[in-house]
């Protein structure tokens, strides 16, 4: 039912921690990257760093539009991180089509709060312990970046197999105050 799909759709945006970011290229063509994130916040808003470098930060700021979307699904970690819990109610471990995948809406948010900021960077280290290097404070870091978090606007869910999951928009009331799911399954 949506209220589970609501409580896996917060739970995968928790477990997981890559995201492809779809932005639009000067060309006018739709392109997607792939993008450490992490789960900082406590409102299923996921935060990133912008690297003012990437192709994705290049495409954001010549878009004329702030909507973007990213998708993520089961697996979207990286593989040393091995604790993350691959069972979702009516996902399928072995089969990526069984597992849960979300297609989200929205639109990116600077983070400006230096205690705000000093809290994600200690939560996205934990995550990604490479990412230390590009921290937006280190002063050493090879490219400049700052903190944005995605302000979920909508999300579309594939649970797995319409048989067994859910499939379809996971209204985002429900979503915001969803239980995560977590290890005892």
Same mark, same amino acid.
Request: some cysteine.
């Given at each position: /039912?949506? =209220? ?6 917060? %739970? ?13 290229? @000067?060309? $006018? ?9 992490? +789960?900082?916040?406590?409102?299923? /808003? ?9 192709? @994705?930060? !290049? ?6 539009? @702030?909507?973007?979307?990213? *998708?993520?699904?089961?697996? /979207?970690?990286?593989? *040393? +991180? ?7 109610? $009516? ?8 597992? #849960?995948?979300?297609?989200?809406? $929205? ?5 400006? /709060? ?7 960077? !200690? ?5 990604? =312990? ?6 937006? %404070?280190? #002063? ?27 499939? $379809? +928009? ?16």
């Amino acid at each position: /039912d949506v =209220k589970t799909a609501a409580s896996v759709a917060r %739970t995968l945006i928790h477990r997981e921690s890559i995201l492809s970011l779809n932005s639009v290229d @000067t060309n $006018g063509f739709p392109v997607s990257f792939s993008e450490y994130y992490a +789960d900082c916040l406590d409102s299923g /808003d996921p935060t990133l760093i912008m690297l003012e470098i990437s192709s @994705t930060w !290049k495409n954001i700021k010549n878009s004329p539009s @702030t909507k973007l979307s990213f *998708s993520v699904r089961t697996g /979207d970690h990286p593989i *040393s +991180d091995n604790s993350v819990n691959p069972n979702y109610p $009516g996902g399928i471990v072995k089969s990526t089509a069984g597992s #849960p995948r979300l297609n989200v809406k $929205g639109s990116l948010v600077r983070i400006e /709060d230096p205690l705000e900021i000093a809290k994600i960077e !200690k939560c996205f280290v934990q995550r990604h =312990k490479d990412s230390v290097f590009w921290l937006p %404070t280190n #002063p050493t870091s090879a490219h400049k970046g700052f903190w944005v978090k995605f302000d979920v606007e909508s999300i579309y869910m594939v649970g797995g197999f319409g048989d067994r999951a859910y499939i $379809g +928009d996971v209204p985002i009331d429900l979503y915001r105050n969803a239980e995560i799911i977590y290890d005892e399954l």
